[in-house]
């Protein structure tokens, strides 16, 4: 059963940069076949796609996120992780780490972190 | 962006009650719409993909259809444990967008 768990500071102050690692067990993130991804949800709001990375390092992110936006990924240590820097306000969410499953015809997400909140404040 | 509209917003049901909601894509989406349920403080969980396809171990009173722009996910028999947030999300292309989530409530 793969399991993910987000870890990171729950308070980040404005300006500085947010910084989550996601641990993968029960499976390796060193094999093809699918996008570990991270979401994020505003209070009380819906699901915003964040951006993904494949096992090779190849990225692919939110456009209206991808000035501030890195995600790295260390296969050693199977982790992968979100950086995102000059946060506001604005950017106070549960952060989501994800695995999409891909095959040809199919796209979608089977295994979700428990999330973590993140509250940018000075 | 491709943009996606869920309707309605919220909807009142009982048990045993049997629901539909739908999902409009701004586009076509082919069949890459995935719908989830998500209870408050935990994390979404995948019901339907390829918009039609029962997850392994989702209960078959969960079932979807459609294609191109215009998706329902029908519940059809209410169960107590099924009231909840529903999503529908594409992922014909990126970014991934979601609908803006159906509140299912008692």
């Known amino acids: 059963q793969v399991q993910l768990q987000e870890s990171g500071p729950g308070l980040v102050k404005p300006s500085q940069t947010l910084s989550l690692t996601c641990t993968v067990s029960g499976g390796s993130i060193n094999s093809g076949g699918y996008y570990w991804t991270w979401f994020r949800q505003h209070p009380g709001k819906g699901l915003e796609w964040i951006g993904y990375i494949y096992y090779s390092g190849s990225t692919n992110y939110n456009p209206s996120l991808k000035s501030r936006v890195t995600i790295s990924i260390d296969t050693s240590k199977n982790q992968f992780s979100l950086r995102l820097s000059s946060v506001t306000a604005a950017d106070t969410a549960v952060y989501y780490c994800a695995r999409e499953d891909y095959d040809a015809s199919d796209y979608y997400v089977d295994y979700w972190g428990q999330g973590t909140l993140v509250t940018v404040s000075s | 962006d491709i943009q996606m509209t869920q309707s309605p917003s919220s909807l009142s049901a009982s048990v045993r009650d049997r629901v539909t909601i739908t999902c409009r894509a701004s586009q076509s989406v082919s069949r890459f719409l995935n719908w989830y349920q998500q209870t408050p403080g935990k994390a979404p969980k995948l019901l339907i993909h390829a918009a039609s396809s029962l997850q392994s171990a989702v209960s078959s009173r969960f079932s979807g259809s459609g294609s191109g722009t215009d998706f329902t996910l029908t519940i059809s028999s209410l169960q107590p444990e099924d009231f909840a947030t529903y999503y529908c999300?594409?992922?014909?292309?990126?970014?991934?967008?979601f609908g803006q989530g159906t509140k299912l409530e008692i």
């Open positions: 999300q594409q992922s014909y292309s990126t970014p991934r967008t």
